[in-house]
């Protein structure tokens, strides 16, 4: 199994900065894709940035040019710079990752969620 860590979300003034991260572990055979999304009240879960295993990345619209999403493969841990936040960034954000388990399956893996909220 793959287990999934977050870190880093709180309360932020709009204009500042976050910076969440991800770290996997266990018995983890190799990891592919990994994302963050995120969940407003009463909305759907959306994706904000994802990074392939060679480094390509992805962002929503709402957050290109102040999000920055990278990762380090040593550590097995994803990173999401968040900048020039808005109230509207106000959300649970999720960690994502498509790993395979020692003896499993190519899968994706969700972390716990993390809050940011961001006051105007």
């Known amino acids: 199994q793959v287990q999934l860590v977050e870190s ?3 309360l932020v003034q709009a204009g500042g ?15 592919n894709g990994m994302g963050w999304y995120r969940q407003a009240p009463g909305k759907q879960r959306e994706l904000v ?3 392939t295993s060679g480094g390509s990345t992805n962002y929503a619209d709402s957050v290109k040019g102040r999000f920055t999403i990278s990762r380090d493969n040593a550590k097995n841990t994803v990173y999401l710079q968040m900048n020039s936040l ?7 954000y999720y960690c994502n990752v498509r790993a395979m ?4 399956w190519l899968r994706d893996y969700w ?3 993390t809050q940011v909220t961001v006051s105007s």
């Open 101 to 104: 388990a020692v003896g499993g």
């Open 8 to 10: 880093g979300g709180g």
């Open 111 to 113: 972390g716990q969620g």
């Open 49 to 51: 940035a994802t990074i």
């Open 17 to 31: 900065s976050l910076r969440l991260s991800c770290a996997a572990s266990g018995r983890i055979f190799s990891i």
């Open 86 to 92: 808005k109230p509207e960034d106000t959300a649970v």
